[in-house]
């Protein structure tokens, strides 16, 4: 669903005899959560009287038929106004917060051996959040991962991967994290795509509290253009000896 700032347009319904289209340039700027909005407007050829169609958009398919309504007015000044006022292009908006994002993440750390399968030697939290701009273009992730459950006797560690490029991230801010792996960028060395490891050793990581991940972004992606099953991939790494950065047979990951 789409959130933030859209400006005005127009949109083609298919019209019964008689109906003729009043077309009307953009005026103004709907600021709306979780819907896109755009104002139709045509004559009824019924009395002349005018109606003011809105249609919302819920999707991907940019129909604007999701949701409509209508004002209906004779004569058609009682709604239209000739002299609304245009809003200015280069007018500053607030970004906008997404609905948080909240699930737990459950792992067997005997993975890919089945083990006893419990899923519950690694369990945490994630709470999310996005940013966005005017023009629902991501600018910011927040993310809570507070880990509650340490049900194995292997030392586990803990990270994930974004599916986006290194250079659309600006900025990495992590608070309370534990692992060996953070560099100065935040992020992990020798990998391809961006990679946060945020603990080494599950028990200590329940008793350390939640850890907050905080990335500024350059905006490359609109909002509807991700999800976060497919944006995030979590993983663990498992070693009968504890998490080591530089330790290739640490970096057996189970996820």
Known sequence: MKMGSIRGGHHTLPLADKQRVRKKRPQF???LANSRWRDIQ???GVDDAFMDVNG????GDNDYRDVLFYLNSTPEEAIYDPNKPTTDPDEEYPPLESDPLEGTLVFEDLWPSQGDYDMNDVVLTYHTVF??????????IKDIFTPIHSGGVLKSAFGYQLDMDKNNISNVKIDNASSTAIQNSGMEVNQELPTFMLFDDIQQAVKNGPITVVLELKGNKT???ISR???YNPFICVNTKGFNATSKEARRESS
């Open 29 to 31: 700027v709907n600021r």
């Open 42 to 44: 045509y004559l009824s």
């Open 56 to 59: 919302f958009e819920d999707g």
């Open 131 to 140: 940013t966005t701009d005017k023009d629902n273009k991501i600018t910011g």
């Open 223 to 225: 909002i509807h253009e």
């Open 229 to 231: 099953k497919k944006l």
